[in-house]
C-alpha cells in the first residue's frame, strides 16, 4: 500500500534512516555464537524493516546466541516521535540500554517466583490460593489453585472496572480486595481465558504473603542481585522515568470486533489502555502482570538463564526440573476465550509451535511470554537462542505487522539449530570459565 494512502488510514511515526538513528550494544563476533555475520545482517535489517513500516517509534532487539551476545541494537527515538508530537519537537535517540516496558512479558517473571517458592516447598500449585490469601475464598472462589491462576484457568479474568484508575495502583490492598469480592466467571478448570492482570495481582500477593516481603525485594533478593540486573524491575523510581521509552499508539482505528475483545481482556480501550502505560502512576507502581522495565539486553540474560536450566554464568537461581515444569505444555489447540484465538500455554509462559508460533516460523520449543503489543520475550532451546524484541509502537492489528513477523521469522531462520546434547556440554564447560568473572562483577559496589 503507497505510504501517502497508509498514513490517511493509520496512525504513523516518521521513520528516520536507520543509520542516524541506531544504537550499539557491546556485540561479540558472531562467530563466537555458531552464527554467521551474514545472517546477522539479515536479521538487523529485518528489525530496519519492522522500523521502516512507520509503527514503531522505538524497536530494541537483543539475541543471545550459545550464551554469546550477538546483537544488541535500538533504532529510532525514545521520545518525541510519537505519531503527534511536533515535528520540532525534541527527539529523544533510542539506545540499546535505554528502559522499555515489557508489559505482560512480566508474567512470566512473577510466574518463575512462585515456581522457586514451590521448589523450596513454601507452597504447593494445586494448594488453593485461599490457603494463603484466606479473603479470596469468597464468592465461590476457594477451589481456585495457584495452578489455576499459572495456566490462565481460574475463572477471574475480568478487570475490575475500578482498575481504569491508576491511582488505585498504590493501593494493592484496595486491589487484593476488589478481587476477592468478585464471582468468578466459570469453575476453575473448565475453560482457558487469559487473566490480562488479575492473576499478576493474586500471585504477587501470595509471593508476599509467603516470603514476607515486597515483591521488589523478592525480585532484587532472588534475580536481579545474582544475575546482576541493573534495571529489571517492576516499574521504575520517580528519578528513572525520563529514561523509560514513551509509547505510542499506531496503525488503524481500532473497530469492532477487535475493539470488544480487548476491552473484555483489558477493561480500558486500546488507546487509553496505551496512555496509561505512560502515566508516572503507572510506571512507579508495581504490577505483576505488566510493569516490568528493563533494556532488552538484560530481558535477554534472564530467558539464558532459564534456557540454560536456572544456572547463568555459574550462578543457580532455579532448579532445571523447576524450569522443565514451568514450560510444560498445559493447553493445545484450546480456544482462548480472552484472545479468541487458541494459545499453547505451560504455567506462566507462552509456547511456541511450528506454524502458529509467536516466535516465528518452527518454533516448537520456544518458550517466553508477549507483552502489549509486539513485545516478544523468549528462548529457543532448539536454536540455542535467548532473545527480547521491545518495541514502543503500539498498533492493535494492521497489515504492515507482517513485517514484524518477518523479523521474527528471519530469527528462526537464519540462527541455526543445534544439537542439544552437544550443547550440554558445550555449556557447562563455558559456565565454568565465565564463573570467576562473573563472581567478581557480583561483588562490585554498582551491583549491590
Not at 555459574?314 to 480456544?335: H, K, M, N, W
Not at 509502537?393 to 530469527?411: E, N, Q, R, S, V
Amino acid at each position: 500500500m503507497p505510504s501517502f494512502v497508509r498514513r490517511g488510514l493509520e496512525t504513523l511515526v516518521r521513520p528516520f534512516p536507520a543509520a542516524e538513528v541506531t544504537s550499539h550494544g557491546p556485540e561479540a563476533d558472531p562467530a563466537e555464537g555458531g552464527v554467521e555475520r551474514d545472517a546477522v545482517d539479515a536479521i538487523w535489517n529485518a528489525a530496519i524493516g519492522a522500523y521502516a513500516t512507520g509503527l514503531y517509534p522505538a524497536l530494541a532487539l537483543c539475541l543471545r546466541r550459545g550464551n554469546v551476545t550477538i546483537l544488541d541494537r535500538a533504532i529510532g527515538h525514545a521520545a518525541g516521535n510519537a505519531p503527534h508530537d511536533a515535528r520540532d519537537a525534541f527527539k529523544r535517540p533510542a539506545r540499546h540500554d535505554s528502559l522499555y516496558c515489557m508489559f505482560s512479558a512480566s508474567k512470566m517473571v512473577t510466574a518463575m517466583l512462585v515456581h522457586l517458592l514451590e521448589e523450596r516447598h513454601l507452597v504447593h500449585l494445586d494448594d488453593p490460593v485461599a490457603t494463603y490469601l484466606p479473603d479470596f475464598a469468597r464468592k465461590g472462589k476457594r477451589h481456585i489453585t495457584l495452578r489455576h491462576v499459572l495456566t490462565h484457568r481460574a475463572g477471574v479474568p475480568r478487570i475490575p472496572p475500578e482498575l481504569a484508575d491508576p491511582n488505585l495502583l498504590a493501593h494493592p490492598e484496595q486491589i487484593l480486595s476488589l478481587l476477592c469480592e468478585q464471582a468468578p466467571s466459570w469453575r476453575p478448570g473448565r475453560k482457558l481465558g487469559y487473566h490480562a492482570l488479575t492473576g499478576g495481582f493474586l500471585l504477587g500477593a501470595v509471593i508476599e504473603r509467603v516470603t514476607g516481603k515486597p515483591l521488589r525485594q523478592v525480585l532484587f533478593d532472588e534475580v536481579r542481585r545474582p544475575l546482576g540486573l541493573a534495571s529489571f524491575d517492576y516499574g521504575v523510581p520517580a528519578s528513572r522515568l525520563k529514561d523509560v521509552a514513551v509509547n505510542a499508539f499506531t496503525g488503524p482505528p481500532v473497530v469492532p470486533p477487535l475493539a470488544t475483545f480487548i476491552k473484555r481482556a483489558l477493561s480500558v480501550s486500546f488507546a487509553d489502555a496505551v496512555r496509561m502505560s505512560n502515566d508516572p502512576r503507572f510506571l512507579e507502581a508495581v504490577v505483576p502482570a505488566g510493569n516490568i522495565c528493563t533494556t532488552a539486553a538484560e530481558a535477554a540474560r534472564f530467558m539464558q538463564m532459564l534456557l540454560d536450566g536456572g544456572t547463568l554464568d555459574g550462578v543457580r537461581i532455579f532448579d532445571p526440573r523447576t524450569i522443565a515444569r514451568a514450560v510444560a505444555e498445559q493447553s493445545y489447540l484450546e480456544l482462548d476465550l480472552t484472545i479468541g484465538a487458541p494459545i499453547r500455554y505451560g504455567m506462566g509462559v507462552m509456547l511456541g509451535a511450528r506454524v502458529a508460533s509467536p516466535y516465528g516460523l518452527d518454533t516448537p520449543h520456544a518458550f517466553g511470554h508477549l507483552g502489549f503489543t509486539n513485545v516478544f520475550v523468549w528462548a529457543d532451546p532448539d536454536r540455542d537462542l535467548a532473545a527480547a524484541l521491545l518495541t514502543t509502537g503500539k498498533p492493535a492489528l494492521a497489515p504492515a505487522m507482517a513485517k514484524t513477523w518477518w523479523l521474527l521469522t528471519t530469527i528462526a531462520r537464519r540462527i541455526p539449530r543445534v544439537d542439544r546434547r552437544e550443547k550440554s556440554g558445550a555449556r557447562a564447560r563455558a559456565s565454568v570459565s565465565r564463573s570467576e568473572e562473573h563472581t567478581s562483577e557480583l561483588q562490585s559496589p554498582c551491583n549491590l
